[in-house]
Structures are given as C-alpha cells and as structure tokens.
C-alpha cells in the first residue's frame, strides 16, 4: 500500500515563504512524475508545478519565478518552495504522485495541506 504525507502549509503573510514536503512510501512503488496541485474555495484543483524523474520541470504562468520544485529520489519526497507569497495563493495543495507499484499503473494523492497567505 503507497502512503503520502504531506507537510508544511501554514499561516504566513503575503511576500513571505513556505516550503511543503510530501513523501511517498510504499513496496516496490516506483514514481516517474511527482506533482503539486491546490484547490482555492469554489475554484478547481490546478496543476501548480511538476517535476519527472529525469528532472524535467513545469511550473504554472501564476507561480513562475516563486515557487520552485524539486525531489529527493532517494526518498521518494518532493518539495515545493514557495517564495513572495500572496494571498491568492490561498489553497489547499495536494501532491499527486504517478507511477506504478510492481506491475500495476498507480496515481496517488496526499491528503492536503492548507496555505493562507495574509494580506
């Protein structure tokens, strides 16, 4: 069974700075994409940035140039530094994950963790 944990949102205020981890366990899991998503009350989930497990990387236009991404392969573990936050950036972000488990195609989500950026 693949576990992910997420950590770090918060309570911070605009242009200050959060980093969220989420790490993935499991037996014979196997990741090739690890993505941050985040939901706004009444708005859809987006894609915020994603990174490959051959280090490609995508940001959303709205993050570009503060939010940086990044994995720990070793441990399974993405992070997402978020820098010059603001108050639309209020959100809960979930990491997804994709890849596959043995044989068997596995995609993956966290359990959320809540952003507020003050104004």
């Known amino acids: 069974q693949v576990q992910l944990v997420e950590s770090g949102g918060g309570l911070v205020q605009a242009g200050g700075s959060l980093r969220l981890s989420c790490a993935a366990s499991?037996?014979?899991?196997?990741?090739?994409?690890m993505n941050w998503y985040r939901q706004a009350p009444g708005k859809q989930r987006e894609l915020v940035a994603f990174i490959t497990s051959g280090g490609s990387i995508n940001y959303a236009d709205s993050v570009k140039g503060r939010f940086t991404i990044s994995r720990d392969n070793a441990k399974n573990t993405v992070y997402l530094q978020m820098n010059s936050l603001k108050p639309e950036d209020t959100a809960v972000y979930y990491c997804?994950?994709?890849?596959?488990?043995?044989?068997?195609?596995?995609?993956?989500w966290g359990q959320g963790t809540q952003v507020t950026v003050s104004s």
């Open positions: 997804n994950v994709g890849g596959s488990v043995g044989l068997v195609p596995y995609n993956g």
């Open positions: 499991g037996r014979l899991l196997r990741i090739n994409v």
